[in-house]
């Protein structure tokens, strides 16, 4: 298993975030999916052009991450076998790690002991997050739905 790092991320700088956004749009455009592999080109310092095939895959998602850094955020890829400590996982869910330790004790997140040190799966704490924000989606649902039966809404 792969244990990533989290920290030491910095937020984009306003002449990346231009670049960015160029670059998402210029990729998007030019990307035809219906391909397994793409070819493009860079140049390297002395402007020679170097062409490398990628992965469809690849290029998608880095018009993701293009995204993402056009907005101004942070990015970093994570693989999906990662394990992750109590503190990355914590950041992660945007809560504090004594939470998270205790989500985990309560068995409501997969974990596993590397020594005494407690190691989460990225791909656990996915699906956690995505099951936590459709159960939150439905309680804003069913608020918002016995407001109007209320009149109050």
């Known amino acids: 298993m792969t244990h990533s790092q989290l920290n030491g991320l910095s937020l984009p700088a306003k002449k990346e975030i231009e670049a960015a956004t160029r670059g998402q749009k210029e990729l998007a455009t030019w990307l035809s999916t219906h391909l397994e592999t793409q070819k493009i080109t860079i140049q390297d310092a002395n402007d020679i052009a170097h062409q490398i095939e990628l992965p469809t895959s690849a290029l998608k998602l880095l018009v993701n991450v293009l995204g993402e850094?056009?907005?101004?955020?942070?990015?970093?890829?994570?693989p999906?076998?990662?394990e992750l400590t109590t503190q990355e996982a914590a950041n992660m869910l945007n809560?504090?790690?004594p939470h998270l330790v205790k989500l985990l004790e309560e068995g409501n997140l997969p974990f596993h002991r590397?020594?005494?040190h407690r190691r989460v799966?990225?791909?656990?704490?996915?699906h956690y997050k995505e099951q936590r924000d459709r159960d939150s989606m439905q309680a804003m649902q069913a608020l918002t739905d016995q407001g109007q039966e209320l009149g109050l809404y």
Do not use: C, E, I, K
């Open 69 to 78: 850094l056009a907005a101004g955020n942070a990015v970093q890829v994570v």
């Open 80 to 82: 999906v076998h990662a």
């Open 95 to 97: 809560v504090s790690r």
């Open 114 to 116: 590397t020594g005494r």
């Open 121 to 126: 799966l990225f791909a656990d704490l996915m």
